[in-house]
């Protein structure tokens, strides 16, 4: 069993539609949690970060982190065409040395 | 600009043959990271270095190697012994240990192929 599961995708949603993304994981020990979007054939960039359960917000973006159930999610509002792009959940311990254990991507398309 | 250079973008590789990725960074972090990328797998890690003449293996590091003679420059050799290697290769670094900096910041990655 992989340590982060995420669904591949792809994600088809309208413009203007929410997109709902989420990642599972199985290590109780992870404390911090990243989302990563990523355009084709280019490097991923950070979206998010949070190192505590609950909510956080950055314009359209919200990340969300329930660590009694190993669950993280990431919702965009108002999806635009230029959201189009695989989003990646990362997630690390404390004591890990900055490895990052990535989940396989989601790759969402909004069509306008 | 601050930033972490990778280069070339596209490598091609013949049979029995070694090949370097180049990365470089300016953002003087002390971490630095090799990732493969492949379809659906998303990210693996090959190696990683804390500070400079060190590094450890990743979770995949069979088939590769890496130095780490400078801070900013941490390349990977992707050695003959690699037989899949296609796949879209990402550098990445980060500033420290501390809590607003475990963050990674990654290049616009190198995309080898064989021939």
């Known amino acids: 069993q992989k340590e982060v599961e995420q669904d591949p995708g792809p994600l088809s949603v309208p413009e203007g539609a929410i997109v709902s993304l989420n990642c599972t994981y199985s290590?109780?020990?992870?404390?911090?949690f990243m989302w990563y979007r990523q355009y084709s054939r280019k490097g991923p960039e950070l979206l998010m970060y949070?190192?505590?359960?609950g909510n956080k917000e950055d314009g359209r973006f919200t990340a969300q982190v329930d660590k009694s159930s190993k669950y993280i999610s990431l919702f965009i509002r108002d999806s635009q065409p230029s959201d189009s792009a695989t989003y990646l959940c990362a997630i690390m311990t404390t004591d890990s040395w900055g490895k990052l254990q990535f989940g396989a991507g989601t790759q969402v398309v909004v069509t306008p | 600009d601050g930033g972490i250079t990778q280069s070339p973008k596209y490598l091609f590789r013949k049979e029995g043959q070694n090949v370097t990725l180049s990365c470089e960074q300016n953002?003087?972090?002390?971490?630095m990271y090799w990732y493969r990328q492949d379809p659906g797998q998303g990210l693996r890690l090959i190696y990683y270095?804390?500070?400079?003449?060190?590094?450890q293996k990743g979770d995949i590091a069979e088939g590769y190697s890496v130095s780490r003679e400078k801070k900013e420059s941490f390349p990977l050799t992707v050695t003959s012994a690699q037989k899949n290697p296609t796949a879209f290769y990402l550098c990445?670094?980060?500033?420290?240990?501390?809590?607003?900096?475990?963050?990674?910041?990654f290049g616009a990655g190198t995309r080898l192929s064989v021939l």
């Open positions: 290590n109780s020990a992870f404390q911090y």
């Open positions: 990445a670094s980060r500033a420290g240990s501390f809590l607003a900096k475990n963050i990674q910041y």
């Open positions: 953002l003087n972090h002390d971490a």
């Open positions: 270095s804390q500070i400079v003449n060190d590094f």
């Open positions: 949070t190192y505590s359960s």
